[in-house]
């Protein structure tokens, strides 16, 4: 992918922006000063290359911004259980999530996958929200998909719907390798993971899972679905 470039500076997903170094290195140490040593940071937590080199090594915490064209594209939050990518539009909203779980020290699969568009009528993420389809896959092939569509006149109507897949389906391109440090460019390409507008041909769907919202407890749902998330369908 060309014009690419990374840093390690924190997104703020409040301000929807890319903070300096010095608030940078201020927010990942909160992040993560329960979890090592006041040496540990005196010692790496001078640049956030620095950290995020150190942490990379040792299965802790770090940011990775990504810019494409000078411009912030994509964030990615490194964590020991999992990595999650972020796809960020040209104000800053998240419009493609992607969250990658780690089942050994070489091989992660994807879980989830969030997808937003926006109206562009608005300054704020979820007053612009117009469509928003959530996917939680299991590595046996379960898929559930929750889709929100948001219509917006005198007051805001969601229209709401819960589907599992009736069958397993391929969840082949699900797995990839775990990253090495800097080596973010598989992450990126997300059109070989996903395809929006085109998520869900060829795959049967069940009939609509009960939602809460319909006066269900969200515990019966997760009872019936034990493959998925406590809070799936509450994002």
Known sequence: MNNIRFDHRFY?????????????????KTRVE????????KEYGKRTEDWAKYAHAHHLWYPTTIYKNNKPYAYISNG??????YFLEERMFEYIYMAFKKIDT????LTKIYIRSYSNKADKPLMDLERDINLIFSQKGGLNVRERTFLREDKVKVIEENKEAAH???VSQNWKKI???????????????IKPGDL??????????????INMDP?????????????????
Request: no cysteine; charged share 30%.
């Open 12 to 28: 703020n997903d409040v301000r929807y922006s890319i903070m300096d170094e010095e608030k940078s290195l201020a927010n990942i």
């Open 34 to 41: 329960d979890d090592i040593s006041k040496g540990i940071w």
């Open 80 to 85: 020991a259980e999992y990595i999650e990518v």
């Open 106 to 109: 070489e091989k992660m699969f």
């Open 168 to 170: 397993p389906v391929n």
């Open 179 to 193: 990253p090495k440090y800097g080596e973010y460019d598989e992450l990126l390409y997300y059109e070989s993971i």
């Open 200 to 213: 869900l041909n060829g795959v049967d769907i069940n009939a609509p899972v009960p939602s809460p919202e």
């Open 219 to 235: 515990e019966d749902v997760k009872n019936d679905h034990p493959w998925l998330p406590k809070d799936w369908n509450k994002n």
